[in-house]
């Protein structure tokens, strides 16, 4: 696998984009993601540092797993650079790999709505809190495929659902992908 180099979180949300997610035996296409800048970003879980926040301070290219809403959990790359703590929410995808388990995980629902929304997605992939630190880079497991050879045609607005920060344009989506989830502001922002 080919170890990317150093950027910028938004450059690395972008480059995330039509690289595939393997779950425990789910594969997704990743269509829509939000970058969030760490220690810099008033929106992002590591601008007070916590217990919770921790493992973004860490080692680049790990997973970062936390329930939202005590509902749903969310998967986030770690991207680093270590004290500035940024990562990647991963918020849809298109299932390419596992289709009839994904839909087991998420049953009553059209394919294109299997990945689409961050805990959907993590649903579908059957990611879990002990998933939490996976090393993404690794042969086997949770992990990221290599970047597309062919990149998709990007576009970009402000992250869903955030109070601070509402309109830094930080949510990145394969232009016109069916998987991408819907734009809600939050009514806080």
Partial sequence: MTVDGPGTVDELARG???RTLHGHGVAVRIT???AYGGVHDPASHAFTRTPRSEIMYGRAWRLYVYRSYGMHLCANVVTGPTEEASAVLVRAGEVVDGIELARTRRPGVTDVQLARG????ARALGLSLDDLGTDLLGPDGVR???PP???PE???GPRVGVSKA???AWRFWVTGDPTVSAYRRSPRA
């Fill in 32 to 34: 829509e993601v939000e």
């Fill in 144 to 146: 990221l495929g290599d």
């Fill in 154 to 156: 990007i576009s970009a």
């Fill in 166 to 168: 509402a309109d830094v």
């Fill in 118 to 121: 961050p805990g959907n997605l």
């Fill in 16 to 18: 995330l984009l039509g």
């Fill in 149 to 151: 050879a062919t990149v």
